[in-house]
């Protein structure tokens, strides 16, 4: 079977192509608000190489609104076209920590992270978002735009992420900053 995997939870846009475990196809493009044009391109180089696709994964989250929504959008519009399946995951869970408990964290912007924590490579806690203050006592493993190492979700480990999960609804952990009139 080939599956597509797509993830745009973070700054970078990412697309890969496997046959069964086997990598056919990876890449990826960093631009925090490129989302919506690099997948498509990226999906454009991953066709020439392999056409068959038999079903989509997709990172649902945490991470920002409008990036996070171009790739969930682009996944399942593509999954509609081709009238194959489509499977979320979280996204976090698919960041490759070589550790038995671990915090990892993306950059949610306005001074918080998005995090979750795991041990031996299950999530336990979270995905929540918080200020890094509100859990500073904890090593956290940082990635993403304003940390220090930057880490992102790995394409074969959200594949085998989808073995386990099928997440419906994208991981949107705050309220949204629109309000309607009458409540301002």
Not at 79 to 89: E, K
Not at 95 to 123: C, F
């Amino acid at each position: 079977m080939n599956c597509l995997v797509i993830d745009s939870a973070t700054d970078r846009s990412s697309l890969a192509l496997f046959s069964g475990n086997d990598l056919l196809y990876s890449g990826f493009h960093d631009g925090a608000t490129e989302h919506a044009e690099a997948l498509p391109k990226l999906l454009a180089e991953c066709l020439r190489v392999e056409n068959r696709v038999d079903q989509v994964v997709v990172g649902m989250g945490p991470g920002p609104y409008t990036g996070l929504r171009v790739g969930i959008i682009f996944a399942q519009s593509f999954a509609c076209a081709r009238q194959i399946s489509w499977i979320g995951v979280c996204s976090l869970d698919g960041i490759d920590i070589d550790s038995h408990s671990y915090i990892v964290s993306t950059d949610a912007r306005r001074k918080e992270i998005y995090w979750a924590r795991y041990q031996d490579g299950l999530r336990v806690e979270g995905p929540k978002v918080s200020s890094p203050i509100e859990i500073k006592d904890i090593e956290i493993m940082r990635f993403g735009h304003g940390f220090t190492d930057a880490l992102y979700p790995s394409m074969a480990l959200l594949l085998a992420k989808s073995k386990s999960q099928d997440i419906r609804q994208p991981f949107y952990l705050r309220r949204p900053d629109a309000t309607e009139s009458s409540a301002r």
